[in-house]
Structure formats: structure tokens, C-alpha cells
């Protein structure tokens, strides 16, 4: 609708958009006390707290992170020093205008990284980095409003593209997790098979008759390049086949968090029963009590002074993080 | 800026409403059918007890009423955000069915689309709409579309020396310098055909372009509003009679499907979905501006094309013809006009 139309819209609103949101000083009821380089320097805030919220908006639409170094350059510029001040400003309005928040990613875990990536960090690293500076926007409504029909785009066209990405990349996301955080490459494929989805997967666009499935390799790299799943390839030393094995993503472990996991898993079994919740509670919760298998040996690997897991580690042998790697260290 | 600012919504501003733009920015566009399922789903989550029937609201139930309630508090919300919800009727489909769009305020193409995607891409979209709204936007053939091999022909930057500047302003796109080797670091490599086909593909799914049964790409509703401004300023010249871009007479909106005055030099246009409501309200159907009897058989859109007796006769032929006023028509081929 051209501008010249909204306006007579919005002429009837216009007492109420006064009221709302004092902009400018003159519109500031009650605060007649405010000096003006105090109102200058709010509005400056402002406009920074709204570009932030704009830019967490804009990563989100493309899947891509919410990263403090891209902040800092597309969004305070000169104004670096006021970080703390405009992410929490933006935190709030995410919050009540939206019903967002930005959510930190969890770190790389360490298993994933290459040697080369392991002795870097050992390098870099001030002791405890737990910090990744990545975020994503999540949801902070209650869980009444994140069902399908609310959540999942419904239309035709692309939405229904959107929805079955969604529940492909859940129901992978939760094999993975009851598997207690890693999948083999044949388990997997063994899944997909069991739904018809070894060789295509529905497309993102089932409208284009052109292409209304995606081979299933494409699909996996976008799950992959959006942060839902990780791909580890180790090349034995031996000679050995490539040995690849499949885990959640950072984006994964934010959007598709345990209570998520235990959403889809009652919607796969129909409802929830005393069996399946002792079940549930028990995967999920030993994941979480198990002292992560190749994390410890890793773990301790990281301690060694060039991060190298050294030769009695049977994880010995390149480790190569495919494709994920693209966003993380631009 | 205290700590204990809280940002201000409007007036009784709730979940339910903070739900309802999040579903809209995650769809886009809503028309008014998915929008009373989606808000029929809202309500039941508002009224969600915990108890396992939820699904309790009739969509039928939902009235345009609550629809604008909910379309007014929204826009409410996010205005001193810069975004806005603007509608407009689908000139091809739906019979003319309105759909709401959630948009930027103030977009170009780089702004919308810079964020999810390449720097190529981007170049490659205003190509796309070069191609939409110069090349094939003549007086004598108003197509305002692309088929798509006209779409295949835009994927590198127009040949010859010009290349490099194209795309000179946006290279900050991090690791997409695969294809290395080229001749020159700094010019644009353009798009692989099987890049263009699924960007075009993913435009299409995300509600940007139409893709018609004959084939053709054109700005779907949503690309309509959000580029309003952009399209007008950029393609349209204030000093000239003769615009690119031009309005329906009925409704006033853009006009990139529908009729024209059978007089070639004539700027008139109108919708098909606006057509009846106009003649019904004068006496006679004659171009409002130079009298010339209005035939309705004179096209804006695909139809410039497809009405063409030699249309039918094989789509090889179609495209060797095509290429041999594309040809013709890029002679004069407009410069990127963005600084
Ligand atoms: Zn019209
Ligand atoms: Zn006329």
C-alpha cells in the first residue's frame, strides 16, 4: 500500500500513537525536568537499540546468527562502548513488542574441532571461554502458542515447504539426542530410508512443480549451513572408510531444546503415557548425567599443550567439520 | 536511557498479539482465510487451560473485525521499528484476494534481501528487476515478466567492460570466492544457471516472485509492497510522460498484470479485478485520458506474450524470437542504477 494511503490510516490513530511513544521531547508528558542532552543522548540510544532489533530480526529470517562482531560493525559503528546498554534495551523490546529473546548459542563442542581448531582455541583462549557470542532469536511465549498452527507457516507455497523442514529437522534432531548426542552415518541413512527419505526429501517449495522434492543430500547441508546439525568426517589414518557421524547443531540445541524433544516424541506415540514419560525422562536425562563419552577424552586432550589427543586416543586422525564451518569463522 | 525504561506497546497489548506478528513475520504475507486460521489457533491458545482439547475455535468465527484489530495493534507495535502492514489485492490470482504483507518501511532490494543472501544474489535480483522493468517493459511489449530463459540470461553481469562495477559496492560476503581463478579478483563472477534457477526457486517459495503456468516470473504481491517506494523511484522518471512504472486508473496501485489503452503512447492501465467496478460507474468504455475506445485486448503482463498468435507455436521457436528482441531491446540497455 503506497505511503500516501497509510497515512489516512493512520490519522485515526494518531491520538493513540501520541500517547504510546514519546519520540520526541515535546511529546514527553510529565518528565518536563529531562535536560535536553539527556534527551538527545536517550534518542541516540534509541535509534541503536532499534537498528539492533532490526538486524536480530533480519539474521533470523535467513537462519543466520545473531553475532556480536556483526553488532558491533552493522549496528553501533562508533558507539562500541555501548554495547551492554543497547543489547539489553533490545533485549526488552524484542520481549515485549515480539515475544523474543535473544538466546546465546552453546559453544563449538570441543569434540567437533578439528586438531588444527583445538590448538588455535588452546592458543587463544583465556582459560575458561564459555562464551560463543552467537545468538539466536527464540520464542519466550508459553508453550500453548508454539503449536503448529500458530508457529508453522500454513500456507501453500513455501510454508508447507517450511513445515516438513521443520519436522525433518526435528524428528533428525531427536534421533540424534535419544542416541545420546551422536549418530552414526548409516543410522541415520537407516532412519531417512524407513521414511522414504533416503534419496529425496519434500522440497522447500512443493508449489514449483519444477521441484517438488530436494535430493536429500541438499537438505542435509542446509540443516547443516542453518546450524541444526553438525557433520563430523574423521579419515582414519588406517586406510579405513571415512567415518562420518552426525550431531546437533548449535542452532539445533537452542530452537529444538529437550521440552521440544519430548513434544514431538508424545506426538510421534500418540499421547503421553506413564511408560513413555519414564522413558523420555530417562533419555533425556541421562544424556544429561552421562559424563559425555568422547567429551571427556577430548576434554582432556584440550588440557595437552598443543591440543593434539595424542596417539592412544582412537578418535586419532583428521577431524573435519563440513560446511558448518562457513558461518562460524567469517 | 535508565535501566528501568520499558519500551512502549500499545494499549492493552498481549501474547496473542505478540504470537499473531510472529506467525505473520515467519509467513510474510497472510490473506484473510489464513488469517482467521491462524487467530483461531491463537484464541484457543489464549484460552488454553492445559486440558487436551485446545482446538476449540471455529475459523469461521473469526471476523475481518478481529482481523483488523489485530492487523491495527500490530502495526501499532511496530511502526517506531520501521516496519509496517500494507495490503493490496493480487492482481493474477484469488480473483483479486487481498493480502496483507509485513514489510520494511523504508526497502530496496539490498536492504531486504542483503541479509539472507550472497552479495552475488543480490546483484544478480536487481538484474533480475532491470530485466522486469526496463528490457521487457517496452511500449511496444509491456511484459513486466520474465520467462526463464530470459530469467537464465541475466546471470552474469551484462558482458564486456561494464562487468566489474556491477557488483563493486557490495563484495563484504565472506567465503563465497569458491570458483577462484577467475581473471580479476574484483569482477563480478555472476551466477551459475543452476544458482539462478534455485534463488528463483527460493523467491518463489518465500513469496517474492510468481511463477505462472506458462512459465513466467514476475514480483508477487509481497515484492509489490515492499518495493512500492524503491520500484517508483528507480524506474520511474518524473520529468517524462511516457513511466515504466504505471498505476492502475480504478485502484491506483501498480500495474504489472492487466489492460492497456489500445493507444500505444497512452500511459492508461487497469487491473482485470478493477475492470468492472470502473465501467460499471461510465457511461461508455473509452480511455478516461484520450477517448480511445477501450478493447480490453491489450496486455500488461504474460499476456503481452501469450496472446500473440505465434505464442502457441512451439516454445523453441518462442525463445529464438524472444532473444531476437530481447536483442533489439537491450541496445539500449540501462546501466545499474544503483551508486
Ligand atoms: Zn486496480
Ligand atoms: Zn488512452
Redesign the interface.
Known amino acids: ?3 500516501r494511503r ?1 497515512h489516512a490510516v493512520q490519522d485515526d ?1 494518531e491520538e ?2 501520541q500517547r ?4 520526541s521531547p515535546d511529546d514527553v508528558d510529565g518528565d518536563g525536568d529531562e535536560r535536553m542532552e539527556v534527551v538527545g ?2 534518542d541516540e ?2 535509534q541503536l ?2 537498528n539492533l ?2 538486524y536480530a ?3 533470523e ?2 537462519r ?1 546468527p545473531i553475532r556480536r562482531d556483526g553488532i558491533r560493525e552493522k549496528v553501533l559503528g562508533s558507539n562500541g562502548r555501548d554495547f551492554k ?1 543497547v543489547f ?2 533490545a533485549q ?2 524484542l520481549q ?5 529473546q535473544m538466546v546465546e548459542l552453546p559453544t563449538k563442542d570441543r569434540n567437533l574441532l578439528t586438531a588444527d581448531q583445538k590448538r588455535k582455541a588452546a592458543k587463544s583462549q583465556s582459560q575458561k571461554e564459555t562464551v560463543s557470542n552467537a545468538y539466536v532469536l527464540v ?1 519466550t ?2 508453550e ?2 508454539t ?1 503448529p ?7 501453500v ?3 508447507d ?2 513445515a516438513s523442514y521443520i519436522a525433518l529437522y526435528t524428528m533428525i534432531i531427536t534421533i540424534i539426542t535419544l542416541s545420546g548426542g551422536e549418530l552414526s552415518d548409516p543410522r541415520l541413512r537407516r532412519h531417512l530410508g524407513r521414511l522414504n527419505a533416503a534419496e529425496n526429501m519434500p ?3 512443493p ?2 512443480e ?2 517438488p522434492s530436494e535430493k536429500t543430500e541438499l537438505v542435509l547441508q542446509r540443516m547443516i549451513r542453518h546450524g541444526y546439525l553438525v557433520r563430523v568426517t574423521e579419515s582414519k589414518t588406517t586406510g579405513d572408510e571415512d567415518a562420518t557421524t552426525w550431531h546437533v547443531g548449535p542452532r539445533g540445541k537452542v530452537e529444538v531444546d529437550k521440552d521440544a524433544i519430548a513434544t514431538f516424541v508424545r506426538a510421534v506415540y500418540g499421547g503421553s503415557n506413564d511408560e513413555l514419560e519414564k522413558k523420555l525422562q530417562m533419555s533425556l536425562k541421562i544424556k544429561e548425567r552421562k559424563p559425555g563419552v568422547p567429551e571427556t577424552v577430548d576434554e582432556a586432550a584440550e588440557e595437552a599443550p598443543d591440543g593434539d589427543p595424542g596417539p592412544s586416543d582412537r578418535r586419532r586422525g583428521r577431524r573435519r567439520q563440513t560446511e558448518a564451518e ?1 558461518e562460524d569463522d ?1 | 536511557m535508565d535501566d528501568n525504561w520499558e519500551p512502549p506497546v500499545p494499549a492493552g497489548y498481549s501474547d496473542a498479539n505478540r504470537a499473531f506478528i510472529q506467525a505473520f513475520m515467519a509467513r510474510g504475507t497472510l490473506t484473510f482465510r489464513e488469517a482467521q486460521k491462524l487467530l483461531a489457533a491463537i484464541q484457543s491458545a489464549v484460552s488454553d487451560d492445559g486440558s487436551d482439547d485446545t482446538d476449540n475455535t471455529d475459523p469461521q468465527s473469526i471476523t475481518m473485525a478481529d482481523f483488523e484489530n489485530f492487523i491495527r495493534t500490530a502495526r501499532e507495535a511496530v511502526e517506531p521499528l520501521d516496519f509496517d502492514i500494507r495490503n493490496t489485492r493480487d492482481q493474477v490470482r484469488g480473483g483479486g484476494e487481498r493480502v496483507w504483507a509485513f514489510i520494511n518501511a523504508h526497502s530496496d532490494p539490498a536492504t531486504q534481501l542483503g541479509t539472507s543472501r550472497t552479495a552475488e544474489e543480490v546483484a544478480y535480483i536487481k538484474r533480475l528487476l532491470d530485466a522486469m522493468f526496463e528490457k521487457h517493459n517496452t511500449a511496444r511489449l509491456e511484459v513486466m515478466a520474465v520467462d526463464e530463459g530470459q530469467a537464465l540470461r541475466e546471470s552474469r553481469p551484462a558482458g564486456g567492460g561494464r562487468a566489474s562495477n556491477v557488483n563493486g559496492n557490495n563484495n563484504d560476503d565472506g567465503g563465497q570466492e569458491e570458483e577462484g581463478g577467475g581473471s580479476a579478483a574484483a569482477t563480478s563472477r555472476g551466477l551459475k544457471h543452476s544458482e539462478v534457477l534455485s534463488l528463483l526457486s527460493s523467491l518463489v517459495a518465500e513469496g517474492w516472485l510468481d511463477k505462472s503456468r506458462d512459465g513466467f516470473y514476475s514480483l508477487a504481491p509481497r515484492s509489490l509492497m515492499e518495493l512500492w517506494s524503491w520500484l517508483v523511484a528507480t524506474y520511474n522518471d518524473a520529468d517524462t510522460e511516457w513511466q515504466q512504472i504505471k498505476f492502475c486508473e480504478a485502484c491506483k496501485e501498480i500495474v504489472t498484470y492487466g489492460q492497456r489503452c489500445n493507444e500505444p503512447n497512452c500511459t492508461i492501465r487497469l487491473h482485470d479485478i478493477c475492470e468492472e467496478g470502473f465501467w460499471r460507474t461510465r457511461g461508455e468504455k473509452k480511455c478516461p485520458k484520450c477517448s480511445t475506445p477501450w478493447e480490453g485486448n491489450h496486455f500488461v503482463g504474460e499476456r503481452a506474450v501469450t496472446s500473440r498468435s505465434g505464442f502457441q507455436r512451439g516454445r523453441g521457436r518462442r525463445a529464438r524470437r524472444s532473444t531476437a528482441a530481447d536483442a533489439a531491446d537491450a541496445a539500449e540497455d540501462v546501466e545499474d542504477e544503483e551508486e
Do not use: H, W
Not at chain 1, 504510546?20 to 519520540?23: G, M, N, R, V
Not at chain 1, 498452527?149 to 500456507?155: D, E, G, H, R, V
Open positions: 500500500m503506497p505511503a497509510r490513530e493513540d500513537v504510546q511513544y514519546p519520540q543522548q536517550r540510544t534509541s537499540i532499534k532489533v532490526r530480526l533480519a539474521c529470517y535467513s543466520t546498554k539489553a534495551g526488552k523490546q515485549a513488542t515480539f515475544g523474543m520464542s511465549l508459553p500453548a502458542y503449536k498452527a500458530i508457529k508453522a507457516p500454513s500456507k507455497q513455501s510454508a515447504g517450511e522440497g522447500m517449495n508449489n514449483d519444477t521441484s562457513d567469517e
